[in-house]
């Protein structure tokens, strides 16, 4: 199992039942009642996209779902708001470059 994050608070915090997830093919620590974002901030990882012309790398900027800067691929589906998305035992999550083409896009 991979260490829990340096950016947890240790003492005195009850938390959910300890799982990992898949983050670009390495597992993460999360635990029950975190978000996908939140898990990932406490591994230490700060960018969770980027941009699709200038590559710039995004991360949580609201942390409330308004923003959108936190979009991931979530078990296969793209433009996934990390942060108001609960991380469950076994997802796999994925970095995205740009906005991926989604079924029935009309713009495409
Ligand atoms: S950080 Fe703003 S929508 Fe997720």
Do not use: Y
């Not at 009850?14 to 597992?27: E, K, N």
């Not at 635990?31 to 012309?53: I, M, N, P, Q």
């Amino acid at each position: 199992m991979p260490e829990t994050g340096f950016r947890r608070i240790g003492d005195g915090i009850r938390r959910g039942a300890q799982f990992s997830i898949q983050v670009d093919g390495a597992p993460i620590v999360a635990f029950s009642g975190e978000t996908v974002a939140t898990a990932l901030l406490a591994g230490g990882r700060l960018a969770l996209r980027h941009t699709e012309k200038s590559k710039q790398p995004r991360g949580i900027f609201c942390g409330m779902g308004i923003c959108f800067e936190c979009l991931m691929t979530v078990n296969g589906v793209p433009n996934v708001r990390t942060c108001i998305t609960p991380a469950e035992p076994g997802m796999i999550v994925t970095t995205q470059h740009g906005l991926p083409e989604v079924a029935g896009d009309a713009h495409h």
